[in-house]
Structure formats: C-alpha cells, structure tokens
C-alpha cells in the first residue's frame, strides 16, 4: 500500500478519532482520579452535548461552532446537578453503588434524548463535505479543528491543573482527599469544580463526534469502552496519559480494518483493555490502579 494511502485513509481518521477518544477518556480520567468511581454515564452524557448543539443550532440558527460552547455550559450544569441529586448522596455509600447508580444515569440521559430529539439519525449540517488537499493529505476542515481543539482545551486544562489554585487544589484532592481536606481544601467546591469540567469535555467529545459523522442516540454508549480504554492504557489520573492512550486507540481501531473485517473493529478497543489490565495495569504513564 502506498504511504499517502495509508496516512489519508487510515492513519489521519485515526488521529480524528482518537482526538475524540481523548477528550472523553480526560473526563473520565478526572472522575477516577478524583472522585474515585468509574462513571459509565460518561458517555450518555457526550451524546447529551451533541444533542444540546443541534438544539441551539436549530432554534437559532447559528453555526454548530458557535452551539459549543453553549452545549459545554449546558453539560457542565447537568453534571452538576446530576451530582447534586444522585452522586452525592450515595456518596458515603459503596464506590460500586454509585458506579451502578451511574449505569441508570446513563439510561436516564439517553431516555431524555430519545424523547426530546426523537430516535433518528440527525446531522448538524447537509451535503457533502470534500477534503481539501495539503502536501498530499486529504482531510477535512472540520476533522482539522477536531484535532486542534482537543489539543487546546487538553493544553488549557493542563494549565490549570498546574498553576493555578483550584487546579492544585484538584491536584492535592486526588492525591490524598483526606489530607487536602485537614490542609483546608474545600472538597465539595472541588467536586463542583470537577463535574463542571468533566461535562464540558463530555460535550465536547459529543459534539466532534457528531459533526464528524452523525448524531445518534447511542453514539455514546458506543465510545464508552473506547474512552474507558485510552484512560486505562495512559494512565488513569493522568490526563496527559489518556491524550496518548486516546490516539493510540483512535489509529488502532482504525487501522485494524487492514487485518479484520470493519464490523469487529470496536473489538480493538476491547483488546487494547483487555492487553494493559493484563501487562501493565496502571497504564503507560504509571497512573492510579484500578
């Protein structure tokens, strides 16, 4: 196979994906290292946000770039209150009560989907979108800001966790939250903060998952495993750890249609999990253990 054959048609969609695959397994990342349970709402909760932009972007009429980051606000808020009504109070509870507790989030999320938007295929715009060709790569504009974003709002967030008082403060909480609290760390601000980032990626992940293919109730669902696998394979609790093990599993998965038939492809993800539980379980970037 020629080189630029395989980077059009196999590495780059790759790269798209695992771009999506990460900003997903960031949030989940998050979670884990924070608040220690394994939120499987996560990805009902990316397909609410994509919904949430094909909302503003048929009421008002505006790009589905602009719908963004009003759809990230929206997810930030409902995880929020999610958290408020459910998490919290199972909070003292088994973590494997609340992980099942999340289980009946996600089909309360995808119900309220299903209802509000209905169960069909939707797109955030018609017609088809030609690649563009740079140097010999054939890729699209918007799969371009797909990869930009997510290494922006990743490089954002990196940030934050690092310099600033409230991401130190999330630092020290996933640490030892029994010590950042006796250090005077308000760990139920923190836990706010943590929903209200956590949503805002979800919704980002939804929303490039849709305007790169379509927009479907259980499109979350269908990334759940992958992103739960690039969060594994990097290191859970290092977000760094889940950009790479986002993009690692995004060019798997893609680039398995060579060997297996398309169908089984999501088996790679399934595979990639099931490989560093067995040889490396805290992840390539040695993160938390599950």
Known sequence: MPFMEFVNFYLMPGIVLGS?????????????GILRFA????????????FAALGVVTIFGVSPWVALPAAMVFCAFMAIGIDKLFYDYLSERPKIIVVMSSLGIALMLRAIVQVVWGVDTETYTRGIVRPDDYWGIRIRDREIYTIIAMFVIVGVLWAFLQKTKWGKAMRAMSDNPDLALLSGVDNRKITMLTWGIVGMLCAASGFFLGINTELKPLMGWTMLLPMFAAAILGGVGRVEGAVIGGLI?????ETSVLFIPGEYKAAMAFAILLLILLVRPTGLLKGKVL
Do not use: Q, R
Request: net charge negative.
């Open 20 to 32: 999506i695959y990460a900003l997903g397994a960031v949030g989940i990342t998050l979670v884990f």
């Open 249 to 253: 599993v995004g060019i798997a998965e």
């Open 39 to 50: 939120h499987l709402a996560h990805g009902d909760l990316a397909t609410l946000g994509a």
